[in-house]
């Protein structure tokens, strides 16, 4: 395979994952139905701001780290009123709190909270844990929500012929078919974006971001190993 | 398991049968240096089975494979060896005569090197005693260095032409991993997994207890019946007993001693 013309080797844990790593919070902690109208909304409204000089896709978080300060205070007057608003702040304080230049840091600078900081410790390995195994339901949720979200601001479009899958068959039915489906649409479009912007590219305009050698670097310094038979 | 009774029997039937295969061997007159390397190869396959079972310690994936891996090098030179004795075996001995001449070279070197005179003594002894050794099967002037493979085939295509695919696939390549210390055999005896999930399960490096495998020495006795097997074909010759039917015999006659005695001690 290696030898196919612009064939890329590719890691979703080690390049995407922190950037969807939000995303697996919400469906970790809140209803599925709700953690989904959080994390789209959230994407419409703070990518709407830009009007036709769209950003980076925003659902990958590690984008909103290109943004200028004036920019995300734009984002943030456009979203802090919203009614997701304070759902989306309550499940990631504890990512908030214990990752340095969190790329959606800017969102809690009015927002009060209280975290134990082993408690935020363990929240956090959970969200990593279910995005590790890229096949478990928590995952599958992640990865068709973002391309989900993709549809929902007009970057995917798909042509006549393509049969789109019927995505919430993942949260109805996740063992039928049409999950399988969905889920294996949703891992290939993601594999897609990461090599799409895993660096610079004048042409395209696209910037790579740091924000995952960032995360993992970090969160090795969190804990110690853990090893046992 | 009486282990001790094992490695005793063990050792004196291979020593024995050693024995008796080579005496039955009619060692052509005109053909005695071919003769030689495969009654080298005869004995160095048993030491290594008498070797491996001598030490117990040993009978686990850290230790066996090496012993292992070298049995069944072993056997694949010694059949594709077989299949044109006289050239081969030539082949073989050249091979070695200039390993150890380049050996030699590198000696000198080191000698003019080297910072001190006890140094310099130390290593012209070194030379002096291997350049003794190649002059007295050929003048080491006659000696070709071949810097490549002793055969002109790998070990792949040579098992291929002597019939034994089976065990180069499956047994040579594994214990391969073991002595050249691949990821397959270090990932599994030299490392374990750290769960910490925000460290993405990365593997870290552990002193791992293998556990015991008699396994080990079973493949042992098994390579050393092949040898015999091989000699018996090629020569047309018969042993009175092969090693894996001493094997079988032992363990009959002494599980059965051993579930006889547990009989015993329970009416006690």
New interface residues.
Partial sequence: MKQIANMQEISFTDELLPSLIWMAALYLRCDGRRATKVIVEFIKDAESVFGEKRPQPLHEIGNFSLLSSEQKQIIYDAVKDKKYFETLLDNLEHQYHLLKDYPLSFLFEEHIYAVDKIEALEMLSEDVKNLLDRHSSIATKVQVTAVYTTLETGRLKICHPVKLPDFNAIFTEPDSDEAKHAAAFARANMNGSIGMFRQDNDELNIKAHSWAKYFWAQTFKLSDCISEY | MNIEKFITEYENYLIDSFHELWQKIKVEPDKLGAYSVIGGLLSRQVTLSLELARSPNNWNGHSAPLFLRAMTDLYITLSWILLDLEERAKLYVSHGLGEEKLLVELYKLGIEEAPDKHTKEQMQQIVDIKSSWINSQKMDWAVEVNLGSWSPLDYRKMSQEADCEDLYKFAYKPFSQNSHNMWPHVSVYNS??????????HI?P?LIEAPFEPDFMYRSCKYVNKTFSLFSSTFNIELSKMPLDWWDEYWQENIDKSEKDDVTDKDS
Avoid: D
């Fill in positions: 374990k997994s750290c769960t910490n999930p925000l460290h993405r399960y870290i552990e």
